[in-house]
Nanobody
Framework: QVQLVESGGGLVQAGGSLRLSCAASGRTFSSYAMGWFRQPPGKERWFVAAISWSGSSTYYADSVKGRFTISRDNAKKTVYLQMNSLKPEDTAVYYC?????????????????????WGQGTQVTVSS
């Protein structure tokens, strides 16, 4: 069992930055690839970024490539999402999720069903 808790969301102006954190507890954090998803108001949940168990490989949705950076610190059992050049369309609830390492290829981790554990989400609002 893995418990995930996101933090760092808030209100920011367009062009600003935020860093989200996702703290894990429970089973070995480094056994899991991690992902970030987001769900805008009234819309489906969409993939944002994923990172391998070691942190050596990352994968991004085209909409955030070049603006967002996913990283992890296995010693702290935490995954981060650095979000720069934020746009109003980035407004959403952001969720982190954990997928058992080795079960799926990194490029398959855009699919929400690849993940076994989810956090409760943190709200990010970008004003224009």
């Amino acid at each position: 069992q893995v418990q995930l808790v996101e933090s760092g969301g808030g209100l920011v102006q367009a062009g600003g930055s935020l860093r989200l954190s996702c703290a894990a507890s429970g089973r070995t954090f480094s056994s899991y690839a991690m992902g970030w998803f987001r769900q805008p108001p009234g819309k489906e949940r969409w993939f944002v970024a994923a990172i391998s168990w070691s942190g050596s490989s990352t994968y991004y949705a085209d909409s955030v490539k070049g603006r967002f950076t996913i990283s992890r610190d296995n010693a702290k059992k935490t995954v981060y999402l650095q979000m720069n050049s934020l746009k109003p369309e980035d407004t959403a609830v952001y969720y982190c999720a954990a997928a058992p390492s080795g079960r799926s290829k990194l490029v398959e981790l855009y699919r929400s069903y690849e993940y076994d554990y989810w956090g409760q989400g943190t709200q990010v609002t970008v004003s224009s």
